[in-house]
């Protein structure tokens, strides 16, 4: 099956197709699930899904040089996607839970890392579990809250903020808003940036990072810290 659609003489994604459809139906989050079902029905289904890569996101290696991590420290990936990045993090010594909305996106990541020290779970960020409240001293939003639209931010902030320890660190990478495209992603602008930040979280450091050749442009990674 072709994640791609003939419509008019040009060529849908798989990913427009579907957001757009559940978009029209009320249900931000209801097109996550049937991309991954339908890529898994594909040839080649890690290239079925736009956004996999298949090594780790370079701006979160280099951040994770720059901070490794102290003894003890727990790690969640939220929105892991098929685990590339996930993996990374475990791979550091971090013990590591990653979860995405998508059933058929953790059970082909378990199939891609059959032996995986990750905890991988099926979870939605708008509704997680009470007991990942406050449990991680590294929480990684990596282009997750920018694939919901702006509607939802919010709650999608607010869900990603729960799961900080007291003393813990949120990094947030996403592409930098150039102004609002009718479908997903919709990138971060700084104001958005700014209002991840709390009066429990405070934003420790932010930069934007430029990506030569890239659609979306250059890229924030902003570093919070859980302050109680």
């Known amino acids: 099956m072709s994640n791609v659609r003939q419509t008019g003489g040009m060529t849908e994604s798989a990913d427009r197709r579907l957001s757009a459809r559940a978009l029209s139906e009320g249900d931000p989050t209801g097109w996550f699930e049937p991309l991954y079902a339908e890529a898994a029905l594909s040839s ?24 490794p991590p102290t003894p003890g420290t727990r790690a969640i990936v939220v929105g892991s996607g098929y685990g590339t990045d996930a ?31 990750v905890e991988y779970r099926a979870a939605d960020l708008l509704a997680l579990p009470p007991d990942w409240a406050g449990a991680f001293d590294l929480v990684i939003e990596s282009l997750t809250i920018q694939s919901l639209p702006p509607e939802i931010r919010a709650e999608a902030i607010a869900g990603v903020r729960s799961l ?36 429990e979280l405070e934003l420790i450091a932010v930069e934007a990072f430029a990506q030569p050749g890239h659609f979306l442009g250059a890229r924030w990674v902003a570093e919070y810290r859980r302050v109680s």
């Open 164 to 199: 900080v320890a007291p003393g813990g660190t949120l990094l947030v990478i996403a592409n930098v808003a150039q102004g609002v495209p009718p479908s997903p992603p919709w990138p971060l602008s700084r104001a958005d940036i700014d209002a991840i930040a709390s009066p």
């Open 87 to 117: 993996e990374y993090i475990a791979a550091q010594g971090i013990p590591t839970v990653a979860f995405d909305i998508s059933p058929s996106a953790i059970t082909a990541t378990r199939e891609r890392f059959p032996s995986s020290r």
């Open 44 to 67: 080649d289904p890690l290239s079925a899904v736009p956004w996999h890569r298949d090594i780790p996101n370079p701006l979160l290696v280099e951040w994770v040089e720059t901070h």
